[in-house]
């Protein structure tokens, strides 16, 4: 009796009782219950000792890492249960969850990153990002793409030259001038700007093959419905892909940039793109820049 008493006391703190519920479904280290759960080393730490100790968790050594998992308790499990209902994080720590299984099963990424730093590090004659972009829009087969708060439209104009047919969207006046005067001096017929709200885009329902945010969702008021509006104008099994930045503190991108968010996590992109009705969805960080304040851009991608 004495056990399930201190259990009950244990598991009335919130965070204690967050953890239990990821344990009970995976297996995670140390950092993954930090990265899922956005709490300090040591405040974890000293949750996952008391649980320990409990004998509620228990745990393995690999190498440099300690896993954690759940002991299972009968007398505990209806507890568990009632206890995710009532703890508004609980959702979000699951879709996070599924994040870091995702990244953990996907063991050749840390490899392919590691060859990502070395790219352009050192020279090799005929070598560059650029020539690896124009190779990839070669081999991007024709469709009707929608660059969407495409601002002077740089990424439109690219797409443009293998696309069968471009929209760029924004909400000001003079951007879309700007980007529809460099088309015609550029003889480019196949791109044609719109002005419009990334929540009320002027693009008929299920024209799109493509739908691309490339660093603009942060600008919108209420991300969710701009994600809404991308999935009305694209085809069945059409696709959205998303650049945009992973959560930071850099509170003077509200005044340089204009941003409205300042960035998104994956937790939030991935949640934004299954309530928006998408399916097959991945999200990966793609770049992290060398310099202060260090924003790093993820890529979430989604299908109809």
């Given at each position: 009796?004495?056990?399930?008493?201190?259990?009950l006391?244990?598991?009335?703190?919130?965070?204690?009782?967050?953890?239990?519920?990821?344990?009970?479904?995976?297996?995670?280290?140390?950092?993954?219950?930090?990265?899922?759960?956005?709490?300090g080393?040591?405040?974890?730490?000293?949750?996952?000792?008391?649980?320990?100790?409990?004998?509620?968790?228990?745990?393995?050594?690999?190498?440099?890492?300690?896993?954690?998992?759940?002991r299972?308790m009968?007398?505990?499990?209806?507890?568990?249960?009632?206890?995710a209902?009532?703890?508004?994080?609980?959702?979000?720590?699951?879709?996070?969850?599924?994040?870091?299984?995702?990244r953990?099963?996907?063991?050749?990424?840390?490899y392919?990153?590691?060859l990502?730093?070395?790219?352009?590090?050192?020279?090799?004659?005929?070598?560059?990002?650029k020539?690896?972009?124009e190779?990839?829009?070669?081999?991007?087969?024709?469709?009707?793409?929608?660059d969407?708060?495409?601002?002077e439209g740089?990424?439109?104009?690219?797409?443009?030259?293998?696309?069968?047919?471009?929209?760029?969207?924004?909400d000001?006046?003079?951007?879309?001038?700007?980007?529809?005067g460099?088309?015609?001096?550029?003889?480019?017929?196949?791109?044609?700007?719109?002005?419009?709200?990334?929540?009320?885009?002027?693009?008929?329902?299920?024209?799109?093959?493509?739908?691309?945010?490339?660093?603009?969702?942060?600008?919108?008021?209420?991300?969710?419905?701009?994600?809404?509006?991308?999935?009305?104008?694209?085809?069945?099994?059409?696709?959205?892909?998303?650049?945009?930045?992973?959560?930071?503190?850099?509170?003077?991108?509200r005044?340089?940039y204009?941003?409205?968010?300042?960035?998104?996590?994956?937790?939030?992109?991935?949640?934004?793109?299954?309530?928006?009705?998408?399916?097959?969805?991945?999200?990966t960080?793609?770049?992290?820049?060398?310099?202060?304040?260090?924003?790093?851009?993820?890529?979430?991608?989604?299908?109809?």
């Open positions: 009796m004495a056990s399930i008493l201190k259990s006391k244990l598991l009335s703190d919130p965070n204690r009782l967050r953890i239990l519920l990821l344990l009970e479904r995976e297996e995670l280290s140390v950092a993954e219950l930090q990265e899922i759960l956005s709490a080393q040591s405040t974890l730490s000293t949750h996952l000792a008391q649980l320990k100790q409990a004998g509620l968790v228990e745990d393995r050594r690999t190498g440099k890492n300690i896993f954690y998992r759940y299972s009968p007398a505990l499990r209806e507890l568990l249960e009632a206890g209902g009532e703890i508004p994080e609980a959702a979000d720590d699951q879709a996070a969850l599924e994040l870091a299984i995702s953990r099963k996907d063991k050749r990424r840390e392919f990153d590691e990502a730093g070395k790219f352009g590090r050192h020279y090799v004659p005929g070598r560059s990002w020539g690896v972009a190779m990839l829009l070669q081999l991007m087969p024709p469709m009707v793409i929608a969407l708060g495409a601002g740089t990424l439109s104009q690219l797409l443009a030259q293998r696309a069968r047919q471009v929209i760029a969207v924004d000001s006046k003079k951007m879309v001038a700007y980007g529809a460099l088309a015609r001096k550029n003889g480019i017929k196949n791109l044609e700007y719109r002005q419009g709200d990334l929540e009320s885009l002027p693009i008929k329902d299920a024209t799109v093959d493509l739908a691309l945010f490339s660093q603009s969702l942060h600008h919108a008021q209420h991300p969710q419905k701009a994600i809404a509006e991308a999935w009305r104008i694209l085809k069945p099994g059409a696709r959205v892909a998303i650049l945009d930045l992973r959560r930071h503190n850099f509170e003077e991108a005044e340089l204009a941003d409205l968010w300042l960035g998104f996590t994956e937790v939030e992109l991935q949640g934004f793109l299954r309530k928006g009705g998408f399916h097959k969805t991945a999200i960080a793609v770049h992290k820049e060398t310099e202060a304040p260090h924003f790093e851009t993820l890529l979430a991608v989604g299908e109809k």
